[in-house]
């Protein structure tokens, strides 16, 4: 900031402190101004905008500290400096208490304040550039609450702005933890509709019945335990976007039935018999590979069509592991808000690990490894052994010469992938990207157990 445009006002109630002051400090190349007492230094305080603000602490009527107090309630980033005779430790502990930057004992050496002025400035031009900066790093990383400065993640969200302000059908393709519902979420934030409402089905959470009811709502007594109309989450969604999450997982016959509804955007309740009509823009969103369903029939083509009007494929984590130091001072800020705890950063050898892990669960697991992390930590900083992390696979390949082979690899590569899913093989086929047989036959060849252990010589009975 130049030196004109840092303004300071004087206040104090003698006249001659006020008058060689300001000589000084115009000297200096500052804008000036000075107030006799507290009642028209805060008048002033009120009325414009300062960035220094010299107060003398005795003062008739309004004192300093009174001032002082006032003035970090209207201008919480000007800088106060109180100025004193009666230098006690008390009144210097209560301005300072109140947030005064500093103070001066009287008389001072005036160059002693221009030095301090100096300082100063120099501090508020670095944290209003810091601020700056970091809000334009944050907008460029930013699309909503998704952050990424990977390329293929910037060109994920060009794409997902301009279909925002369509109507069109998405369709969100990614692993699990990706990040598909929060892209859901950000593209209705950002379409025409977002004053309407955001619906969210899991389509896979419910049996077809359920779903079926779910979606379409029913009318009083069209099964049993029907024993009100019900809307559903098509209706509810009206004016607004309908998120259908793990679409890949229903079943034939609500394939055919939401055929129907995208193609004409009409439908019944179970068990009505009046057509409704709805203005939804659908969003659906899967793990699965689609193509591949379509292939062997147990996804519609049709229906395939129908949704992946816009693809939107979301690259897992271990693809763009530019964005994890970035996600993790995300995660860091965001969980440290939820959990009231400040954690500043991640220790050297902590962040590596982190960057040599594959990520099965991408960005939630990421995010779920920090909460743990944090829970844990003891200081400022996560350590290495706050992540509970194992070392990656490829350095714990058990290697009879310096590295392990292909199969060691694949080996350790399924272990852990299992550990991640918890034994679920549906999961860990899906991360892996083989169907389960196949998996089957691995674990049978590693003799691995689901839970990714090697097999035991005797094992426990199950
Ligand atoms: N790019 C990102 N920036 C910030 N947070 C993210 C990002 N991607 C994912 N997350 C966070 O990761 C978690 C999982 O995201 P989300 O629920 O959108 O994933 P998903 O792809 O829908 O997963 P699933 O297929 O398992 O339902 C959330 O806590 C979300 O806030
Ligand atoms: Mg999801």
């Known amino acids: 900031m130049s030196k004109e445009r840092t303004r300071i006002l004087i206040v104090d109630d003698e006249e001659i402190v006020r008058e060689s002051l300001s000589a000084w400090l115009e000297k200096d190349g500052y804008t000036l101004a000075t107030a006799p007492d507290g009642e028209t230094a805060l008048a002033r305080i009120r009325k414009e905008r300062w960035s220094l603000l010299l107060v003398d602490l005795k003062m008739p009527g309004i004192d300093g500290l009174q001032v002082l107090e006032e003035s970090r309630k209207l201008q919480p980033d000007a800088v ?13 502990v209560a301005a300072m208490k109140i947030g005064a930057y500093d103070y001066l004992v009287k008389p001072f050496d005036p160059e002693e304040l221009s030095l301090m002025i100096q300082k100063i ?53 990614g692993e699990s933890g990706t990040g598909k519902e929060l892209l859901a979420r950000a593209v209705h934030a950002e379409s025409p ?4 409402p955001f619906v969210a089905v899991s389509c896979a959470a419910l049996t077809e019945t359920l779903l079926e009811s779910e979606l379409f709502g029913h009318e009083k007594g069209a099964f049993t335990g029907a024993a009100v109309r019900r809307k559903g989450k098509f209706e509810m969604a009206d004016g607004g976007t309908l998120f259908l999450d793990e679409i890949g997982d229903i079943s034939a016959k609500l394939q055919l039935d939401l055929l129907r509804v995208l193609e ?41 069509y129908r949704l992946n009007v816009i693809p939107i494929h979301l690259p897992p984590l271990r693809d763009r592991l530019e964005d994890l130091p970035l996600l993790v ?22 962040m590596g690990l982190l960057m040599a892990q594959t990520w099965p669960g991408n960005v939630r697991e990421l995010r779920n490894v920090l909460e743990r992390a944090m829970v844990v930590a003891s200081g400022r900083v996560i350590q290495l052994s706050d992540l509970g992390l194992r070392r990656p696979p490829c350095a714990d390949v058990p290697s009879g010469g310096v590295l392990g082979s292909l199969d060691d690899v694949e080996r350790h590569h399924i272990g852990r992938v299992l550990q991640e899913s918890d034994g679920n093989i549906s999961q860990a086929a899906r991360t892996l990207g083989i169907d389960r047989a196949t998996l089957y036959n ?21």
């Open 80 to 92: 106060a400096v109180i100025m004193t005779a009666y230098a006690t430790v008390d009144t210097a």
């Open 121 to 173: 400035v120099t501090q508020q031009a670095l944290v209003r550039e810091n601020v700056l900066l970091r809000k334009v790093l944050k907008r460029d990383y930013h699309f909503r609450d998704l952050i990424s400065k990977s390329p293929v993640m910037q060109a994920v969200f060009d794409l997902a702005r301009t279909a925002a302000r369509s109507n069109s059908t998405i369709l969100v393709l």
């Open 193 to 196: 509709r977002s004053q309407g």
């Open 264 to 304: 004409d955007r009409h439908f019944f309740r179970v068990g009505g018999s009046e057509s409704i009509h709805v203005d939804v823009r659908i969003i659906a969103a899967t793990n699965r590979d689609l193509t591949k369903a379509v292939a062997d029939g147990s996804f519609r083509e049709d229906l395939f």
């Open 329 to 350: 001072e995300h995660f860091l800020e965001q969980l440290g808000a939820e959990m009231n705890r400040r954690l500043d950063d991640v220790a050297t050898d902590a």
């Open 442 to 462: 691995k674990l049978r060849k590693y003799q691995l157990r689901k839970d990714g252990e090697p097999e035991t010589e005797h094992p426990e009975s199950e």
